[in-house]
């Protein structure tokens, strides 16, 4: 069942994203050791492989909508 284990992912990357979004003491928590951070929140132990995987798909969906967020504001000058 990979399938299902990968929406599972995602899912979770969308949890935290939120929760750093929200949450300020999460947010600086995640900055400083964003492994921890992320193990907070599932609330398992898994291999620091995964975890850093998960930490690798957090901060490229925390960039890619704060560039989302400044290509509109770009597109509103025009």
């Known amino acids: 069942m990979k399938g299902g284990n990968d929406m599972d992912i995602k899912e979770k990357i969308e949890e935290i994203v939120a929760k750093v979004r929200n949450d300020k003491d999460f947010a600086a928590k995640f900055k400083d050791d ?5 193990e907070s929140v599932l609330g398992v132990d898994l291999p620091d492989d995964k975890i850093e ?7 490229a969906k925390l960039t890619a909508d704060k560039a989302g967020g400044l290509v509109d ?4 000058l025009f």
């Open 34 to 38: 964003p492994v921890k951070a992320v």
């Open 73 to 76: 504001k770009i597109k509103g």
């Open 53 to 59: 995987s998960l930490v690798d798909g957090i901060k």
